[in-house]
Every structure is written in C-alpha cells, then in structure tokens.
C-alpha cells in the first residue's frame, strides 16, 4: 500500500529547511524566539545575578551590559567580576578563559554553521554559540533546522543574558544592603548542574575524577585551584577514554545477540551434541502429520555426566562467580534476589537454553493434539520460596529508568527480557512524553520496534523525543538502553482524528468471547517468567503455525503507575511469536528482530486477540502475520520477521 507520508527511516535524511518568501523567513524567526523561552528560564536570572553581584563588588553600572556584550559566555562573566574585584594578573585571567571556554572548540564541530552563509552573521553565530544555544539546537530535527531560526535563538538568549544583567544593577542600586552569599550564584549553579547530570548518566567514574582533580589542586595550588582542577581533569578524561578505547570490541552479527554464546568455541552446539542420547524421537502416525515426530527430553539427565542424574544434582550445586568477564573485558553481575527467577531444583542441563521444569519432561511438538496439553497437578508445581515478586512487570527508578521483575523474564531465556512487556513499556513512555504537552488529538496508528541487541534482565532507561513534529502527523522515536547500549530503537506515527464513521468498513468478524473458552498452559511449551504471567485462552487447539487466542495478564505494566489501554494492549503483541509454534523450541531457534503493529482504531478492554499465522522460508527467514482484535472486532495487524536456525545442526 502506498502511503502519503513515508517513514523517515526508509528515506535518506532531509535537507535542512530552504527559506526563501519573507513569510516562510518571519515564520522561521518566530519558531526561533519560541525556542529560546526554555533557555531563558534560566538565563535571564542569571544575568540578574551577574549585576548583583557587579554593584556588590563596587564595579562600575556599565560593565554588566559591557561584558554580556563582549564576552557573551555566561559562566565566564561571573568568574571575570571576582577576578577584575581582586585585581588578578592578565595572564591567570587569559588562562582561565581558555580553559573555562575551551569547551566551544568542540561545540564547533556539530553546531550547524553551515546553514549561515552571510559572513557577519556567520560572526555573529559563532560568538553567541553558548551552551544553552547548542543544547537547543541539538533538539531540533536536521529538517527543521535554518539559518534565521537559528541567529533568532541566539539573539533572543542574549537578549535574555543582556536584560538580565540591566534588571540586576538596577536591583543592586536599589537594595540599601548587600546580599551576603550572592558571589556563591556560580557555584550553586555548577553544583546543580553536576547533580542533575550525575542522576540522569549515573556516570560515577566522571565524578570521581572531577573530585580527585579539585582535591589535588586545593593540595597543590591553592591560589590556582580552579585552572589546575580544570586541567588535570581533563587530562584524566583523555587518559580513560585512551584506556578505554584499546579494549577490543565485541563481535556481533545482526543476529548473534539474540542468542548468547560463549567464546572459545560453541557451547550450544557442544551441549546439543552430547546431549542426543537424552533425546529421542517416537512417531505418531495416528496423531501426528507426515514427518512429525514427539520430542521427549528426560530434564533430570545431565549430557555429559550421568553422575549428575536425577534431581539430587543439578548445576545450580557449583560455586557461584560474581559476574561473567566477556570479551570487552567487562563483568556482568549476577541479578538482585528480586529478579531472579524462581529455582527449579530439577533442571539439570548446564546450557540455560536447554533448562526445563522437570514436570514438563514431554516438550509436545507443535500439532500434539491440545487435549494432551494440560496444567500440571498443584502438588507438583515449583514454589517460589524466595524474595516476593511485584505484582508488576516493571518498577520505576526515576524519571526515565526502569526495573525490571521476574515476570518479565524471556522465553528464549529467563536471563532476558521477554520483549513483551518491554514494547509496552515503551508504549507507555510515549504516552508520559505527550502528556507533557497540550493534547493535540492526535492518536498513534503504527509503531515499530528495531530490536538491536540483547534485552537483559536488568534496569533500562527510555528516552523518547518528537523527530516530526505536526498538526495532522508526527513521529515520534523511543530509544531503551541498557548499560549505556541501545537494545530497542521504536519509531511510532501518530495521526489526527477525523469523524470517517460514514464510510468505515472492512472485516468485522468477532472472536469468540474470552469468557468461553477454556485457558491453555502455555508454560509447558515456553520457560520463563513472561509465559507463567498469562493467561491464554485459545479458540481451538494450537496447530502448526496457526492459532487464534485470546490473551491477557493480571500484572500492571508498572508498579503503581496507571498505564493507558494501549500501553496494556501491545504489551502482549509480541507473543504472537509462540502461539503458534511451527516446530519444537528445543529443535529450532525462530526469535523475532522486530515488531510492527498497524492499528485502524483504538484497541479496548483488557483483552488481547491474536489470529496468528506463523511461515518459515526455505533459507533461514520467517514471518509470524497477526491479525489484531479486541472484543469488538478486528483493529489492526502485526508483522514479525523472524530468524530461524536449527538448535540440533539437523
């Protein structure tokens, strides 16, 4: 199908906006007036402060508006008011403005400079190029980016800057008193700012370098301490990231990190290996199709030692290590209690991708008949004697960043993050990010999800930002990391709402109720903490590659937070993966690199329907193809491409 509005990732970068009519060039400049109001926000106190404290140190009126004009630096100006009060030699203050601005050097290589051709104003940018004004433009789109939005943001903070300082010296005349503790502005301001930085990256190394460098330079040149900290800290900056950049990178293909291996050699394939005697086919000609077979997988016998038989012995019994070193030469620490996933004292394979409970010993093939499939008796279900779980998939930490439960744990394995309810999540910090603003009406109608790495059962931050902003459509794009690394990079459309009920149509073929249908134990097809959560409730008995289910959980998305029903509802999309399983997970690998889902309206209820058709190609690739519903009907669709490898070398 053709659309209007392709995606941005489909298409090269757009170039930077062309303005050429008076009226596009006045709209321009208004956006960039528009821009400048959050900077301002503090600017303009600041400079409020830089004439306080200039009629408090007996300088001349005029020298407020002097050096905001000369010296447009913000930081710099405040430090040259105590220097000029205590008459430091020319040569510290030379000094200390290279290093204080030295920063702008590097400012240099991304401001978009470019985009101004006319020499003076060109000047003109790079002699206001602040560090508000580079943390403005930063935000903007390349598309959106132009010469006269760009001078307009910097003029309108330095008017900001210059307004304030006026404001401060007519205060500071007015005032019968001076204001004790006014000279300690800049610091209070440069304190904040390394908080609010330190809680945000959680980048400990940094700050323990800054604090040995000003605890060296109090010890070592105390008339010099701000240059010499400034120095050495930049110098021990250059030193780690010397140390850091010589360590190897990992290599990674663009599947290999959904499937983690050990180096040296393949310990999957040699655990499959030795582990063919424990596992045997048995045909089924009556109940199985042509070339089917029931796969039997004996979960208290160990591949390579059959001393280890039975559940008195299983690998949980060797010493544990703190962490596993990887070939970055980073350690990887165990999980908090809270996190890991219930122990099951008779698992006993040693690779976690072949861990299974033992009371689900037969691993049923894809098209054993659903009546063979049922819960396991209460007597012999593990118990989770450890640290309770949340009645959530997620807890907050902060604003942007996330913890994970057990209950999100994988299906491909329980040291993941299934990406269920990570999609969902993701879902939900679009919908923080537009409830930040007026509401504009506009709804999403696709969101996609590139899976870049592995999701590891550990905390992850959401940044989400508007890279299409507008009044009909707009894009809006959500980065998870974890440990600093992007794992999952969504794009999600979002349109505007306009009556079309005259003319609405198309397949409206309901699903049985949920309330009639018996559940399913999905657990005794897929481990993991995610499968154990829901509560799944096919219309007929799973074939191979094809079911139609019903699906939903009694966990919230986040522990004590509301989530929106759409949030809810795509948090249980990505299982469409393993409703349908075209062959045994313990033969064959078929995990999904992406998830698209395409909505013609707003899902409702709590209720997730899945008509799921599952394809495998005839050289490694698949594609699992859902139709969505919601008790009222059909609302839209979800593709998933799928990389599909044999487990046993067949």
């Not at 002097?66 to 009060?85: D, K, T, W």
């Not at 400034?230 to 663009?254: Q, S």
């Not at 209460?378 to 907050?396: A, M, Q």
């Amino acid at each position: 199908m053709h659309h209007d509005v392709p995606s941005r990732a489909a298409t090269p970068e757009p170039a930077p906006v062309a303005v050429r009519a008076p009226a596009e060039r006045r709209r321009q400049i208004t956006l960039g007036v528009r821009d400048s109001f959050s900077a301002g926000l503090g600017i303009f106190p600041l400079g409020i402060a830089l004439g306080l404290l200039i009629m408090q140190a007996g300088l001349p009126w005029w020298l407020a508006p002097a050096l905001s004009l000369a010296a447009f630096a913000g930081s710099l100006e405040l430090l040259l008011v105590g220097m000029m009060a205590t008459v430091t030699p020319l040569a510290a203050v030379a000094l200390t403005v290279l290093v204080v601005n030295f920063r702008h050097v590097f400012y240099a290589f991304s401001f978009p400079l470019h985009l101004v051709k006319h020499p003076v104003a060109k000047a003109y940018a790079v002699y206001a190029m602040i560090d508000e004004a580079y943390a403005v433009n930063a935000s903007l789109p390349e598309a959106e980016r132009s010469a006269p939005r760009l001078l307009a943001m910097q003029i309108a903070c330095e008017t900001y800057w210059v307004g304030g300082g006026l404001v401060g010296v007519a205060l500071g005349a007015a005032l019968p008193a001076p204001i004790k503790g006014l000279e300690f502005a800049l610091c209070a301001l440069f304190t904040v700012l390394t908080l609010d930085a330190f809680r945000s990256r959680r980048e400990l190394p940094s700050v323990l370098l800054a604090g040995a460098a000003a605890a060296l330079a109090l010890v070592l040149t105390p008339g010099l301490a701000m240059f010499t900290a400034l120095l050495m800290f930049v110098g021990l900056l250059l030193v780690r990231h010397t140390l850091t950049t010589r360590r190897p990178a990992r290599e990674t293909t663009d599947a290999q990190h959904l499937v983690p291996h050990h180096r040296p050699g393949d310990r999957l394939r040699s655990h499959l290996r030795a582990a063919r005697p424990a596992v045997r086919g048995t045909a089924h000609p009556a109940r199985l199709g042509a070339g089917a077979a029931a796969v039997r997988v004996d979960a208290r016998r160990h591949p390579r030692d059959p001393r280890r038989d039975g559940p008195a012995r299983h690998d949980h019994a060797r010493p544990a290590r703190n962490g596993v070193r990887t070939a970055r030469g980073r350690r990887h620490h165990r999980r908090p209690p809270g996190l890991r996933p219930p122990h099951d004292p008779e698992r006993g394979y040693r690779h976690r991708r072949l861990r299974r409970p033992a009371q689900y010993s037969v691993i049923a093939p894809c098209d054993q008949p659903f009546e063979q499939l049922r819960e396991p008796p209460e007597e012999k279900r593990p118990l989770n004697t450890g640290t309770p779980v949340p009645d959530s998939y997620y807890e907050r930490i902060d604003e942007h960043r996330y913890k994970p439960t057990a209950h999100t744990g994988g299906a491909w394995d329980p040291d993941e993050q299934h990406f269920s309810p990570l999609g969902g999540l993701v879902v939900h910090a679009i919908d923080r990010h537009l409830a930040g603003r007026p509401d504009t009406g506009l709804v999403l109608a696709r969101i996609s999800y590139d899976i870049l790495g592995r999701p590891a059962l550990d905390e992850c931050e959401i940044r989400v930002e508007t890279i299409r902003p507008g009044r009909t459509i707009e894009l809006i794009e959500a980065v998870v990391l974890i440990a600093g690394r992007p794992v999952v990079r969504a794009r999600a459309w979002l349109l505007a709402t306009v009556d079309t009920s005259a003319v609405a149509g198309g397949p409206d073929e309901r699903l049985t109720p949920p309330q009639a249908l018996a559940p399913w134990p999905m657990a005794s097809v897929w481990p993991g903490g995610y499968i154990a959560s829901l509560d799944v409730r096919p219309l007929a008995p799973p074939q191979a590659g094809r079911t139609t289910a019903w699906i939903s959980t009694r966990h919230a998305l986040v522990a004590d937070e509301p989530s929106s029903t759409l949030a809810t509802y795509l948090a249980l999309v990505d299982t469409a993966n393993g409703i349908a399983v075209r062959q045994p997970p313990t033969a064959w690998m078929y995990p999904n690199v992406d998830l698209t889902v395409h909505l013609h309206r707003r899902p409702e209820g709590h209720w997730t329907g899945l008509d799921t058709t599952v394809t495998f190609g005839p050289t490694g690739q698949g594609l699992t193809s859902t139709v969505l519903h919601d008790l009222n009907g059909p609302v839209g669709h979800a593709q998933q491409i799928l990389t599909v490898r044999p487990l046993t070398g067949q």
